[in-house]
């Protein structure tokens, strides 16, 4: 299994609130969602995602979003939280609260499809960082999202070398780029 992450975020590189300023969501992002469910069958959230998706995604069986409902309803979460209780509030869902890098080498050692981080910036900092990271997916936005929200990555990170995989420009002006870490 490989672990990737996805990230959605404007061009100064905000990823809070996508809902203010996320303005289109055209066929290419629908097309790399959909490769998304067809190549991971297991989901790596934060404490922040797992917590506001758990309270609406298996709510959805319906709709437009009722594909993305199901699929993640069904798939194996495992989420990352020091901070956490449990994660029985979610169907097939498991608590990591401990050593992330063990319990990503042994998730990536399993059966199965590639796991995938939606959201989670925090997350996807700590994997970057630690080198669990095999790919990273960012939907840029064509907009300059602003006003002290949080960005992907904090003004102090280390410096982290990546290598462009593939850039395709949407017909909403978002840019999908691939980059994988260099090591």
């Given at each position: 299994m490989a672990d990737q992450a996805a990230g959605n975020?404007?061009?100064?590189?905000?990823?809070?609130?996508?809902?203010?300023?996320?303005f289109a969501f055209d066929e290419e992002m629908g097309a790399e969602l959909g490769k998304a469910l067809e190549t991971a069958d297991t989901i790596?959230?934060?404490?922040v995602t797992f917590t506001e998706w758990a309270g609406y995604w298996p709510t959805v069986?319906?709709?437009?979003d009722a594909g993305f409902a199901k699929w993640i309803n069904d798939s194996p979460k495992?989420?990352?939280s020091s901070t956490l209780d449990g994660a029985e509030d979610w169907a097939n869902s498991t608590l990591i609260n401990g050593d992330l890098a063990a319990a990503i080498e042994e998730l990536k050692?399993?059966?199965?499809?590639?796991?995938?981080?939606?959201?989670?910036?925090?997350?996807?900092r700590s994997?970057?960082?630690?080198?669990?990271?095999?790919?990273?997916?960012?939907l840029i936005h064509?907009?300059?999202?602003?006003e002290g929200r949080k960005k992907l990555f904090a003004d102090d990170a280390a410096l982290k070398k990546l290598e462009l995989v593939s850039a395709q420009?949407?017909?909403?002006?978002?840019?999908v780029a691939t980059y994988r870490p260099t090591r």
């Open positions: 975020g404007g061009g100064d590189g905000v990823v809070q609130s996508p809902n203010e300023w996320q790596l959230p934060g404490r069986t319906s709709g437009e495992y989420v990352v050692a399993g059966e199965g499809k590639d796991i995938t981080v939606a959201g989670s910036p925090t997350l996807v994997l970057l960082e630690q080198d669990l990271l095999d790919e990273l997916v960012l064509p907009v300059v999202a602003g420009p949407t017909s909403s002006g978002v840019i």
